[in-house]
């Protein structure tokens, strides 16, 4: 598996906050079957400004040295990422450079306010592809708009984003909402991948396991595997994602169908269909 949401990074955000902490963390990863991850601290202005430079660059280094001391860099490899948070200067710090991809790819992580205005949100994503980013849309599944209403997550797919669930969503650690929420995404194949979100190795741990089986024994374990394995993968390799089956309306898959079309090289229509 792999894992494309965790703060294994330490002392830069509200993830872990040691050396020490962080190879408990990766030794949890390694020991659950995970080979790579992409590290995304929080982005977030006045509170955690973990934007590209060189002291982002700096923490990176000191986890990988960890790492590296311990002998776990043979067994886990950590790429680096960014948790992107929207706010109205998120495309101008994108446009100078300041947030990272997934890893080496053009996919951006990024979340909002629990409480957001999913118009607000909605106009970041359209902004960032208009600049050719994939959008990936950190936790949807526990927003208070997608609670109220879930269509406005699909109009964010139909625009071409990817739905990242939480494995505690799947799992129901963090409540009933979000996990009707998240089971009404997977009922639907809207969403494209699941991630651990860690935070630390005791409460919000990197082990994805128990949300894996979850997936596969409530739809297909070939589900599972598309979204804590291929397309995980396929996001290192910076290739399109898999929808499971035929994703959505009538009228969505149009519109999607449309979209990937006219981003021409992003997607063919045979990959778009899925697997
Ligand atoms: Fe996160």
């Given at each position: 598996?792999?894992?494309?949401?965790?703060?294994?990074?330490?002392?830069?955000?509200?993830?872990?906050?040691?050396r020490?902490?962080?190879?408990?963390?990766?030794?949890?990863?390694i020991?659950?079957?995970?080979?790579?991850?992409?590290?995304?601290?929080?982005?977030?202005?006045?509170?955690?400004?973990?934007?590209?430079?060189?002291?982002?660059?700096?923490?990176?280094?000191?986890?990988?040295?960890?790492?590296?001391?311990?002998?776990?860099?043979?067994?886990?490899?950590v790429?680096?990422?960014?948790?992107?948070?929207a706010?109205?200067s998120?495309?101008?710090?994108?446009?100078?450079?300041?947030?990272?991809?997934?890893?080496?790819?053009?996919?951006?992580?990024?979340?909002?306010?629990?409480?957001?205005?999913?118009?607000?949100?909605?106009?970041?994503?359209?902004?960032?592809?208009?600049?050719?980013?994939?959008?990936?849309?950190?936790?949807?599944?526990?927003?208070?708009?997608?609670?109220?209403?879930?269509?406005?997550?699909l109009?964010?797919?139909?625009m071409?984003c990817v739905?990242?669930?939480?494995?505690?969503?799947?799992?129901?650690?963090?409540g009933?909402?979000?996990?009707?929420?998240?089971?009404?995404?997977?009922?639907?194949?809207?969403?494209?991948?699941?991630?651990?979100?860690?935070?630390?190795?005791?409460?919000?741990?990197?082990?994805?396991?128990?949300?894996?089986?979850?997936?596969?024994?409530?739809?297909?374990?070939?589900?599972a595997?598309?979204?804590?394995?291929?397309?995980?993968?396929?996001?290192?390799e910076?290739?399109?994602?898999?929808?499971?089956?035929?994703?959505?309306?009538?009228?969505?898959?149009?519109?999607?169908s449309?979209?990937?079309?006219?981003?021409?090289?992003?997607?063919?229509?045979?990959?778009?269909?899925?697997?």
């Amino acid at each position: 598996m792999i894992d494309i949401h965790c703060h294994i990074v330490y002392g830069v955000d509200d993830g872990s906050y040691s050396r020490n902490e962080s190879l408990r963390m990766a030794a949890e990863a390694i020991e659950s079957g995970i080979t790579d991850i992409i590290a995304t601290p929080h982005c977030i202005p006045a509170m955690f400004e973990n934007y590209v430079g060189p002291d982002y660059y700096a923490a990176f280094d000191r986890l990988y040295a960890a790492l590296h001391d311990e002998g776990m860099d043979r067994d886990l490899t950590v790429h680096r990422g960014m948790e992107a948070f929207a706010t109205p200067s998120t495309l101008a710090q994108f446009d100078r450079g300041a947030l990272h991809c997934l890893g080496s790819s053009d996919y951006l992580l990024i979340e909002c306010d629990f409480a957001e205005d999913p118009e607000f949100f909605s106009g970041i994503l359209k902004g960032l592809l208009e600049r050719r980013i994939r959008p990936v849309v950190a936790h949807p599944e526990r927003y208070f708009f997608a609670h109220d209403d879930i269509r406005r997550l699909l109009d964010m797919v139909d625009m071409g984003c990817v739905l990242q669930l939480d494995t505690e969503s799947i799992t129901g650690a963090f409540g009933r909402k979000c996990r009707e929420t998240a089971f009404s995404l997977l009922d639907r194949g809207a969403a494209q991948l699941a991630a651990s979100d860690a935070h630390d190795s005791d409460m919000r741990r990197p082990d994805m396991r128990e949300a894996a089986d979850i997936v596969a024994d409530s739809f297909s374990p070939r589900y599972a595997q598309l979204l804590f394995d291929t397309n995980p993968r396929r996001i290192l390799e910076n290739r399109p994602l898999l929808f499971r089956g035929q994703y959505g309306s009538e009228e969505g898959r149009d519109s999607a169908s449309r979209h990937h079309r006219r981003r021409d090289g992003f997607m063919t229509d045979e990959e778009y269909w899925g697997i």
